[in-house]
């Protein structure tokens, strides 16, 4: 029996991955799952983002998802390993759980031209330092000096949809005043948070045109076309019918509503427990 590709958030944040998920495997069917009752995760402690993220995990096996995507960082960088070498070989060892920073390190190392990379993302995220391990990992040498910088207040924002506010430009703007000066020669700025795309063009007004900012939607997007031809054993249990479903634990109208904002068109949801 084949099955969507699940794509799991604290919210609204992975509906940039998702957006750009659509686009690039548009025949494909997915299955989107919002914490949004409680989210934001990144101010939680470790034990309490894994907890939640592998209920999300488990909660999207049971609808028989073959694949799982963790499309926010806080998850990836707090819980991601754990379940891959934890929980997954007693869970359903023939599932894959992929995350968004490996594929975000791969492409950095890709661009970078001097190797000062930085990095914006939830307080959990920041404080993991998954970014500088994994970067001094998989970059081959290519990056030499990371940065990062938390941005607490950035995830409320876009889940409140106060993204047009004179509030939202105060705290993006010290924000990125505060990593400019943690580093003056970033070539490259990682939005090590998949909410914060729907914040880029308030971000870019503070940011020099010569650093370039790097959005994971695209990324993510372009490294699981990669993955599912190098996997066909995983590929071949997808289901392809181009249908995308939207779960979510808060109410399902507040979901709908501010969904649509995010993606620009009209999505049902469903109210689910785990
Ligand atoms: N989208 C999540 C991330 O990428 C949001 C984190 C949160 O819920 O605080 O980190």
Excluded at 39 to 56: H, I, K, M, N
Aim: glycine share 6%; charged share 25%.
């Amino acid at each position: 029996m084949s099955a969507p590709i699940g794509v799991f958030d604290s919210g609204y944040g992975g509906l940039t991955v998702l957006k750009a998920l659509e686009k690039a495997l548009p025949e494909y069917d997915f299955l989107y799952l919002g914490d949004n009752a409680r989210t934001p995760y990144g101010t939680r402690s470790f034990d309490v983002v894994y907890e939640y993220t592998l209920q999300a995990v488990k909660y999207l096996f049971s609808h028989n998802c073959p694949l799982v995507i963790i499309a926010c960082n806080t998850a990836s960088a707090k819980a991601l390993r754990s379940i891959q070498q934890l929980n997954l070989p007693n869970i359903a060892p023939e599932k894959r759980v992929l995350g968004v920073i490996r594929p975000s390190v791969e492409k950095v190392a890709e661009i970078t031209k001097n190797g000062h990379v930085g990095i914006l993302g939830t307080v959990g995220t920041v404080i993991s330092e998954s970014y500088p391990i994994e970067l001094k990992k998989w970059s081959g040498g290519r990056v030499k000096s990371t940065v990062q910088e938390s941005c607490p207040m950035w995830v409320p924002i876009v889940e409140n949809n106060d993204i047009e506010t004179e509030g939202a430009e105060f705290f993006i703007k010290r924000n990125i005043g505060n990593i400019l000066q943690k580093d003056k020669n970033l070539d490259t700025l990682i939005l090590g948070c998949t909410h914060y795309p729907l914040l880029s063009k308030i971000i870019r007004k503070f940011v020099p045109d010569k650093i370039r900012i790097l959005e994971q939607g695209e990324i993510v997007a372009e490294k699981l076309v990669d993955y599912l031809q190098r996997h066909p054993e995983i590929e071949d249990k997808l289901s392809k019918t181009g249908n995308v479903s939207f779960q979510t634990t808060e109410s399902e109208k507040i979901f709908e509503s501010k969904a649509s904002l995010f993606l620009g068109r009209e999505v049902k949801a469903q109210h689910i427990r785990f």
